[in-house]
T-cell receptor
Framework: NAGVMQNPRHLVRRRGQEARLRCSPM?????VYWYRQLPEEGLKFMVY????????ESGMPKERFSAEFPKEGPSILRIQQVVRGDSAAYFC????????????FGPGTRLTVT | KQEVTQIPAALSVPEGENLVLNCSFT??????LQWFRQDPGKGLTSLLL?????REQTSGRLNASLDKSSGRSTLYIAASQPGDSATYLC????????????FGEGTQLTVNP
């Protein structure tokens, strides 16, 4: 009964490179959320996806960031042309989609941009 | 805009003490409130979820209460242990914001042996 899985756990990228973060939801969950935790800051919502659909991307930066959750495979958060300010912990959560909307979190991916 | 505030930001107590962590939220129209624990460099562990129609939830030494009308929740930890040392986060889901969580800044708890 695996929980939410994220990989890689740690990712180092140079400025200008691309970062791809992966999230596999809990078995039976089809709703995925991405949150970001900047150093010394709280967790902030980024995007909410269901299979093949973006439901709410109101927390996503306007440029360089994109997310997908294909019919098959994990959800992917993609950051193009990374900058030092993108260094943060990125957490994925999943839920079954129904009330009470309880979310289960993965261990996170810690992105460091050098 | 929903804001979630946690007081205190940090708390240090001796082992065995009972303690209360506070969470307040500005918009009372919520579906639920969740308490999480985060250990340094780790992910979030869900501790308790209280639905908007509920007043409290209990799990072991933890008890969480919810007063939706006043926009407050408390997490009570009985007989604290050094292993309880972590950051405790509360988060709400607003009725008008889909199902995304809005987090407080957390309370960093240290339980000293």
């Amino acid at each position: 009964n695996a929980g939410v899985m994220q990989n890689p756990r740690h990712l180092v990228r140079r400025r200008g490179q691309e970062a791809r973060l992966r999230c596999s939801p809990m078995k039976g969950h089809s709703h995925v959320y991405w949150y970001r935790q900047l150093p010394e800051e709280g967790l902030k919502f980024m995007v909410y996806l269901q299979k093949e659909n973006i439901i709410d991307e109101s927390g996503m930066p306007k440029e360089r960031f994109s997310a997908e959750f294909p019919k098959e495979g994990p959800s992917i958060l993609r950051i193009q042309q990374v900058v030092r300010g993108d260094s943060a912990a990125y957490f994925c959560a999943s839920s079954s989609g129904g009330l009470p909307y309880e979310q289960y979190f993965g261990p996170g991916t810690r992105l460091t941009v050098t | 805009k929903q804001e979630v505030t946690q007081i205190p930001a940090a708390l240090s107590v001796p082992e065995g003490e009972n303690l209360v962590l506070n969470c307040s939220f500005t918009d009372s129209a919520i579906y639920n409130l969740q308490w999480f624990r985060q250990d340094p460099g780790k992910g979030l562990t869900s501790l308790l979820l209280i639905q908007s129609s509920q007043r409290e939830q209990t799990s072991g030494r933890l008890n969480a209460s919810l007063d939706k009308s006043s926009g407050r929740s408390t997490l009570y930890i009985a007989a604290s242990q050094p292993g309880d040392s972590a950051t405790y986060l509360c988060a709400v889901i607003k009725e008008t914001s889909g199902s995304r969580l809005t987090f407080g800044e957390g309370t960093q708890l240290t339980v000293n042996p």
